[in-house]
Antibody
Framework: EVQLEQSGAEVKQPGESLKISCKGS????????IVWLRQMPGKGLEWMGI????????RYSPSFQGQVTMSADKSISTAYLQWSSLKASDTAMYYC????????????????WGQGTLVTVSS | DIQMTQSPASVSASLGDRVTISCRAS??????LAWFQQRPGKAPKSLIY???SLHGGVPSKFRGSGSGTDFTLTISSLQPEDFATYYC?????????FGQGTRLEIK
């Protein structure tokens, strides 16, 4: 059974750093891109970027380039999304999902999703 | 970026009804169109890819159609668990973009 298990909710202050995780199981983790998506409170879904666990290659949406860093450790089947300096506007639910087909690039859709990680940034 | 426009923004329906949700792309996306369901407080669930193909385990009451710029999601025999928000997504070009969502409510 394919599963993506995300780390728990976080409450941080502006300016702090943060790294959240997404652990995959039930499939060949290093062969499928992992995508990260943002959902701000009461809003829709936004595609942030993708990371390939096989070699940690990461591609970003222009809207998120330079704002976050995506990485992966294939030895523990885990992908990461991190911030070096959080802002209040980073408050959102963050989801990871896996691409439907192995390999490929940015133009693919997703099949399985993580349960989401709620990040709250407040002073 | 390709703009995805869903209509209506919300729709009310009764148990057993059939509803149709529309999604329009700002340019030709062939059939690179997916649909997702998000129940309140839950993670999205993938329903359809390539405009009309169901993901594994998705019941046949969900039907996707369309090509080019105009797509539809039809849901038959509405049950309580179907009342949710539905999103379309294009993955023809990068970055993939979503519609704003259609909220399906119980009448």
């Amino acid at each position: 059974e394919v599963q993506l298990e995300q780390s728990g909710a976080e409450v941080k202050q502006p300016g702090e750093s943060l790294k959240i995780s997404c652990k995959g199981s039930g499939y060949s983790f290093d062969s499928f891109w992992i995508v990260w998506l943002r959902q701000m409170p009461g809003k829709g879904l936004e595609w942030m970027g993708i990371v390939y666990p096989g070699d940690s290659d990461a591609r970003y949406s222009p809207s998120f380039q330079g704002q976050v860093t995506m990485s992966a450790d294939k030895s523990i089947s885990t992908a990461y999304l991190q911030w070096s300096s959080l802002k209040a506007s980073d408050t959102a639910m963050y989801y990871c999902a896996k691409h439907r087909r192995p390999g490929g690039g940015m133009s693919e859709t997703f099949d399985f999703w993580g349960q989401g990680t709620l990040v709250t940034v407040s002073s | 970026d390709i703009q995805m426009t869903q209509s209506p923004a919300s729709v009310s329906a009764s148990l057993g009804d059939r509803v149709t949700i529309s999604c329009r792309a700002s340019q030709d996306i062939i059939n690179h169109l997916a649909w997702f369901q998000q129940r309140p407080g839950k993670a999205p669930k993938s329903l359809i890819y390539a405009a009309s193909s169901l993901h594994g385990g998705v019941p046949s009451k969900f039907r996707g159609s369309g090509s080019g710029t105009d797509f539809t999601l039809t849901i038959s025999s509405l049950q309580p668990e179907d009342f949710a928000t539905y999103y379309c997504q294009q993955y023809y070009t990068s970055p993939p973009t979503f519609g704003q969502g259609t909220r399906l409510e119980i009448k």
